[in-house]
């Protein structure tokens, strides 16, 4: 969890603050900071997840002093960042395929290790569908091995890179190119799909965290912090598309803040399989305000109101207000860092 | 070129891919007009200031502040802040309590002696301000700044008009006003007391231009039936005779007759010259009447009583008799003929006052109507050369639209002299609540301003509302939400998924690199206060 500054007007939330010690504002404020991903790169308009790798690279240049290296999965990412002969990567990186990235990080890993480059450190990062689904053998095993590797999920929700098909990770009554809004129950079906940070803390490694491109100092401190650590660490960022949820591009943030505010995507960290803290919700809303804005949803709201469907997905995120304490946080953690004084 | 060690192909930047193009609509950085600025009656850059204040950079807060008002100390103590009413952030949690963060910059100014000097060269012109009220003095501040000379005169022995002999010290601590009329006096202007202009025709043979500033002085009076033995005053005698040091025998049983801050102000002072009993008489309710409601809360917290619907239909020694009033359909007080005795030592009528208009009664192209002179958009009377302004125009009547009106004044005034008409510049447009990302501001309720004990208030003349302590100032302060002008937050900086944003360090603010921006538009969405319009490319 970030340490929130009290009473500067934006100090908390805000990229950064002309009234902040340096120290204390986000690497994103900083003019010098690495543009691990820099412009050029070929990303929708709005893009969350160029906006989130950036924010999470950089974070990770801070923390490792930039001695790191990065391997990507196969996705949207990799495509529009690397088309021949341009490249928007200004940190070392390496592509070999869809499935694989966590095994070839345990690779980089494991290679620096016996050159005795120990301080140099790896970062492994893909999309929900090469994290959550095809790249996932691999990725346990990185976990019950423990190699030193930081990886990443970018979760836009679905197969966005090859035309917007359904993920493990694409919700329930989302309409997708292969979950269409037909039918008696229209969009992806309900009880399917899966939680790849609960899997990762049933591994009991050191450090898992999810966190959203809407909060950008809970987002660098987690990454800071995960670099903190040895051994396998995984950390799932919300990234909406505009593209693949129909959202308007100006609006990709403020869904990402939704999905919290709403309880849908519970923003927490665990340490060996233990929940250590949650990011409580600052001013809850209903989830219908989360997927008006959007798209996939429409057939919610058009011809007519699905109040079964809608009601269905607000049971979800009141099971993640109960079950993650997400009104109750500073009750069970204490107050965040700085304002208990 | 040999490659490195495993690298087939060399690759460039994606530098050279110029995303640009792929642009339908541009972000542009605007400065929108902050609702607070907009409602300060003496046309105060509040938001600009809190924006100094927040750093603590008190002494620049100060300044900025001073460019339109040369009262802080005063405003902070008497301004009903019709700013705060209009403040955004009141939409969120409570307004941001802009008054007590210029009382604080005031009172910091007067502690360390702040002072201001005059760095425009001489016009060689002399322009003539009659009356020291607060409308005469800021006319004076801004036309010396202007580089006039000024000469200001006035009637009464001492400066401040109203502030002197209307508000009452408990509401403005005397020391206070002084320390800020002689700042003015010390910039240069010269005020010259116990000097009353009877003829404003005659003054303009002497100076280049007049600036008339004679308030609304005279009380105005009612016929009431009254025995040989009643003792009836007008209330700004009363409190006239007060700021003297010269407290008139009122009585234990006081009926104060009205229902304005005046009555309000009079009734108070009653309570702390001795009466054990101050009752106001007007004759509408509570929710007509003209008095701020935190000066009726106040007067009601210090023991004065309350008679709505009533008139006062005659007095006698001891005695007064009043009549109920009821409000028929338009909401017009009817009488109802029945009546009722007061217990009465004296009655202060405190039903309005009226402007002395016989400094222009030589002027015959000056028009008068509901018993105001009339001025055009420019503070001019009919007379050329002829200026006016405060309460003796059409004017709400209140200390800050006599200073507002002063400052308008003094530019108008200075634009004649040098032959160039004074043109205003160009209004923003409005910022709005639905244009900002309140999500960015952390919570923060406001502070409370400390109060006199309600017991200790009627046996003094010390303030009863106190100022906040640096600390407290400063958080107020922070809770501006800089509606509609960047404040350097860095959002649109980081929240770019292209960086196409460049940050041009302190104080130099942003702009976009438009070789990248692809114009989606996130940085509008997330500038918390709302300082980026997206607007269509043209195609
Ligand atoms: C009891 C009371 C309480 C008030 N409380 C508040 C308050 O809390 N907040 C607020 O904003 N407003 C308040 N007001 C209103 C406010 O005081 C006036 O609106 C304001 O002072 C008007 O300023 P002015 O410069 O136009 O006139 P004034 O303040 O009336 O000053 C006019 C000056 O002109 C002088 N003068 C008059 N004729 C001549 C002449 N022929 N030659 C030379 N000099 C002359 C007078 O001596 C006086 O000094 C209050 C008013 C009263 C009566
Ligand atoms: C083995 C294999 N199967 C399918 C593909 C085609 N493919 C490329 S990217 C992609 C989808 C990527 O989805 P995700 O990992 O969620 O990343 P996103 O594009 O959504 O960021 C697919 C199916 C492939 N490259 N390799
Ligand atoms: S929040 Fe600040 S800028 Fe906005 S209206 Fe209030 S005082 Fe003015
Ligand atoms: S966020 Fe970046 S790309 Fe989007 S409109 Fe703003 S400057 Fe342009
Ligand atoms: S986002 Fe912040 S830095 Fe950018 S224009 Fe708005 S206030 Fe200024
Ligand atoms: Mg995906």
Redesign the interface.
Known sequence: MSERVRFFQTGSFAVGNRLLPLDARTVQSDPSRSNSLTSGHRACRGCGEALGARYVLDAAMRATGGRLVTVNATGCLEVFSTPYPETSWRVPWLHSLFGNAPAVASGVATALKARGRTDIRVLGQGGDGGTVDIGFGCLSGMFERGDDVLFVCYDNQGYMNTGVQRSGATPPAARTSTTQAVGPEPGNVFGQGKSAPLIAMAHEIPYVATATIADLHDLESKVERAMGFHGARYLHVLVPCPLGWGGDAAQTVRIARLAVESGLFPVFEAERGEVTAVSPIRHRVPVEEYLRPQARFRHLFEPERRADVIDRLQAGADRNIERFGLLRAEERFGPPLGEGS | MKAPFAIT???????????GA?RTERPVYVDRLPPCNDACPAGENVQRWLYHA??GEYETAWRELMRDNPFPAVMGRVCYHPCQTACNRGKLDEEVGINAVERFLGDEAIRRGWTVSVTAPPTGKRVLVVGAGPSGLAAAYHLRLLGHEVTVRDAAPRAGGMMRYGIPAYRLARDVLDAEVDRIAAMGVTIELSSPVPDAAAALRDFDAVFLAVGAQLSRRTEIPAGDSARILDALGVLRDVSEGEPPLLGRRVVVYGGGNTAMDVARTARRLGATDAVVVYRRTRERMPAQPFEVAEAEQEGVRMRWLSTIAAADGGTVTVERMRLDETGFPRPTGEYEELAADSVVLAIGQDVDRSVVATLPRVSVADGVVQVGADMMTGQPGVFAGGDMVPSPRTVTAAVGHGKQAARYIDGWLRGEPYAPPPRHPLATFERL?T??????PATVRPTLDAARRVSTFAEVVGGLDEGSAL?EA?????CGNC?????C????????VV?L??GERYAI?L??C?????C???C?CGAID?VPEET
């Open positions: 192909l060399r690759v460039g930047s994606s530098l050279a891919n110029k995303t792929w927040e750093s990302n999500w960015y501001y952390s919570d923060a958080f922070r809770r501006c939400m800089s404040f350097e937050c860095d959002n900086f980081g929240v770019c998924p292209d960086n196409a940050k360090g302190p690199d070789d990248f692809k114009g989606c538009g996130i509008v969405t997330e918390p997206l």
